[in-house]
C-alpha cells in the first residue's frame, strides 16, 4: 500500500506548539520533535470508534488489555524483547516518567548523571528534583557521537551519583549505542551501583542500515537495575495525546517508581491508549514507509547542510532531527543567524551547546527543500 508523505496537512492556525512559536512571521518553524505527518489511517480509524462510542470516562492503564497486549507484541517483534505485560507502568510522558525516576531512586543532595547535550526538560529533571546534575558529554569518535565513558566511569565513582538518565537513540546527536557501547554503561553501573534510565522514546526511528536499538531492559546486565522508557509518540506522531510507558521488570523497581508518581501524575487518557494500540497492532506498513522517507530526508539535510559555509554536521543513525554544529559561522548567535534566513531551529543553547541548533526533518519534501533553501541562503518566497 503506498503512503503519502508529500501531503501534510497545515498547522497553521491550530494552536500547535511548534507553528505558534512563529506566528505571523516569515519563519519556517522546524524546532519541536514532532512530525509535520498526517497519523497513519488506522489510528485515526481507532480514535474515532472511540469518540463515536460516545462515553470518554474513566479508564484504568492497566487495564486495558488491548493497550498492554500492543506493547507486549510490539517490543517482542521489533526488539525482540519478550516482557510481561505486568512490567509495564503506563505514564503521560516520558518527562513526568524520568523525573518521577529521579524522586524515587534519589535523595535530596544526591547526583544525577545526564547525558549531555541533552533535551530541555532531561538537563532540568535533576534540579527540579532537589539533585544535583552531573553532565557526561558526548564525543566524536569514527564520525559518530558517542558517550564519553572516561568521564562517565570517573563521575560514577563519586558514591553520590545514584541515577544516570541518558537518551538511547539519544537526542539531539542522532547515534544509537552500539552492544560494546552499551555493555560499558552496563557494567560502570553495576560497579558503581547506579541505577539507569533510559529515555528510548526515538527507538523506532532507527534510519542507518546495520544500526539496531538495543532496549536497556532487555540486556541481563540491567534488567533489573533500569527503567526503560518508550511511547509511540515520535514514531507514530501522536505526542499530543499523552500515552507513554516505562518497562521495569524489576518488581521493587517498580513498586518504588509508581509510589512516586502517586496522587500527582494522572492516568493516561483513554484515547492515548487506544492510538497506542493501534499503532502498535496495525501500522507496522505505514512504519516501515515512513523510515524510507526519514531516511531520504537525512540524507538530504546532510548533503545541504555540509555544503553551507560554517555549518557542519554528523549523519544521525536514528531520530528525525539533525544536529547542526555553527561554530565555523563565528557569529555572536547561531539561533539569530538561522531566523535571518527564515528557519527556526531548536536553540543549541537550551541543549547546553550555544554553537549548535536542530533541525526537524521530520516534514515533506517541499517544506524541507524550502528549509534548506533558506540555511543555504536562497530564501523562497513561499513556504
Known amino acids: 500500500m503506498p503512503f503519502d508523505f508529500d501531503n501534510t496537512p497545515s498547522r497553521e492556525n491550530t494552536y ?8 505571523g512571521q516569515d519563519i519556517i518553524p522546524a524546532w519541536v520533535a514532532d512530525t509535520e505527518f498526517r497519523c497513519a489511517q488506522p489510528i485515526l480509524d481507532a480514535l474515532q470508534a472511540k469518540v463515536e462510542h460516545g462515553n470518554m470516562g ?15 507484541r510490539w517490543l517482542k517483534d521489533k526488539h525482540d524483547w519478550q ?19 529521579c524522586k524515587a531512586y534519589c535523595e535530596p543532595g544526591d547526583k544525577v548523571m545526564v547525558q549531555t547535550p541533552n533535551y530541555p526538560p532531561l538537563l532540568a529533571a535533576p534540579k527540579l528534583n532537589n539533585l544535583e546534575r552531573v553532565d557526561i558529554g558526548t564525543v566524536e569518535v569514527g564520525g559518530r557521537h558517542t558517550l564519553d565513558f572516561n568521564e562517565l566511569e570517573s563521575q560514577a565513582a563519586d558514591p553520590k551519583c545514584k541515577l544516570l538518565i541518558l537518551c538511547n537513540p539519544m537526542n539531539p546527536v542522532g547515534s544509537v549505542l552500539t552492544q560494546t557501547e552499551l555493555d560499558q554503561v552496563a557494567q560502570i553501573c553495576e560497579q558503581n551501583n547506579v541505577l539507569l534510565c533510559s529515555d528510548e522514546i526515538h527507538c523506532d526511528l532507527v534510519l542507518e542500515p546495520g544500526c539496531k536499538h538495543l532496549p536497556a531492559g532487555r540486556e541481563a546486565a540491567l534488567r533489573d537495575n533500569s527503567v526503560t522508557l518508550m511511547a509511540a509518540s515520535k514514531t507514530f506522531n501522536v505526542a499530543g495525546l499523552g500515552a507513554a510507558f516505562a518497562i521495569i521488570p524489576n518488581r521493587k523497581l517498580r513498586q518504588q517508581f509508581t509510589q512516586a508518581t502517586a496522587g500527582m501524575v494522572p492516568w493516561v487518557n483513554v484515547l492515548g491508549l487506544v492510538a497506542t494500540q493501534a499503532a502498535f497492532t496495525q501500522c507496522d506498513d505505514w512504519h516501515r514507509a515512513q523510515l524510507d522517507y526519514l531516511r531520504g530526508n537525512r540524507d538530504r539535510v ?17 531520530t528525525f532531527l539533525a ?43 517541499a517544506m524541507l527543500e524550502n528549509i534548506l533553501s533558506r540555511l543555504a541562503g536562497n530564501r523562497a518566497s513561499d513556504r
Open 16 to 23: 500547535s506548539f511548534k507553528w505558534q512559536k512563529y506566528q
Open 58 to 72: 474513566y479508564v484504568l492503564p492497566g487495564q486495558h488489555t488491548p493497550a498492554n497486549e500492543a506493547v507486549v
Open 83 to 101: 516482557i510481561s505485560a505486568e512490567w509495564i507502568v503506563w505514564m503521560p510522558g516520558v518527562v513526568p516518567a524520568f523525573n518521577a525516576a
Open 302 to 318: 546532510f548533503e545541504v547542510v555540509n555544503a553551507v559555509s560554517g555549518l557542519r554536521m554528523l549523519k544521525p543513525e536514528a
Open 323 to 365: 544536529w547542526v554544529d555553527a561554530t565555523e559561522l563565528q557569529v555572536s548567535s547561531v539561533q539569530q543567524w538561522a531566523e535571518n534566513r527564515g528557519v527556526g531551529p531548536s536553540p543549541g543553547a537550551d541543549f547546553h551547546a550555544s554553537e549548535c541548533f536542530r533541525i526537524n526533518y521530520g516534514c515533506s519534501r
